[in-house]
């Protein structure tokens, strides 16, 4: 079954340093998604993706954070200067199509730890 | 009031048990609502996916939607160990997902 792989699975990092975390969506999916949890927390919306470029984000999604398809497989998110607080889980998902009724999947995962 | 509420408390069950879960939204523009299972150091996985009022049913889940009432229940029958996980509820409107915070199960064998 196809699925949405994400690497690395764990990212350790200073304060203050840049981080890309990489997604492969699954492959006909045309609408990206990142999301993130802070431990003990919800799962929270980030941003949304699509025809390369942003559709949606919340108020997370600062100038700090910027996402990118830089080829034809992979979604990427980077965070300019990673700060203490920007310890999570973040989730690359992706679908087919942007309806609210269309399904989101979503990858494993990559924890972010920031010292 | 907060978007999504799910009483975060762990639920420990006997094998066989039926687990009864819930969340409440205040969003009324929600028109979708989902169940999402995650295991340890795993991404959420769909499990129920619900859109108008009434039941749902799959195998051993049932999902419940009360639009009037804006609640949300999901049902395991004859819980299993292997049902063990964390349960978000999800709800969208638009094109973002809204969750709640979870709820640990535990099914002791």
């Known amino acids: 079954e196809p699925e949405v792989t994400q690497t690395p699975s764990h990212q350790v990092t200073q304060m203050g340093q840049e981080v890309i975390l990489r997604c492969v969506p699954i492959s006909n999916h045309l609408y990206f998604y990142w999301y993130r949890q802070i431990l003990g927390q919800k799962v929270e919306f980030l941003v949304s993706f699509y025809n390369n470029e942003i559709s949606e984000k919340s108020e997370i999604f600062d100038d700090q954070f910027s996402v990118e398809r830089p080829d034809g497989s992979n979604f990427t998110l980077k965070i300019r200067s990673t700060k203490l607080e920007d310890s999570a889980m973040y989730f690359c998902a992706s679908s087919q199509q942007s309806a609210t009724n269309e399904k989101l999947f979503f990858g494993s995962g990559t924890q972010l730890s920031v010292l | 009031q907060k978007e999504v509420e799910q009483d975060p408390g762990p639920l420990s069950v006997p094998e066989g048990a039926i687990v009864s879960l819930n969340c409440t939204y205040s969003n009324s523009a929600f028109q979708y609502f989902m169940w999402y299972r995650q295991y340890s150091r795993k991404g959420p996985e769909l499990l129920m996916y619900?859109?108008?009022?009434g039941n749902k049913e799959d195998g051993r889940f049932t999902a419940q939607v009360d639009k009037s009432s804006k609640y949300i229940s999901l049902f395991i029958r004859d819980s299993q160990p292997s049902d063990s996980a964390t349960y978000l509820c999800?709800?969208?409107?638009?094109?973002?997902?809204?969750f709640g915070k979870g709820n640990q199960v535990v099914v002791i064998p």
């Open positions: 619900t859109y108008s009022s």
């Open positions: 999800a709800m969208r409107g638009n094109n973002r997902l809204a």
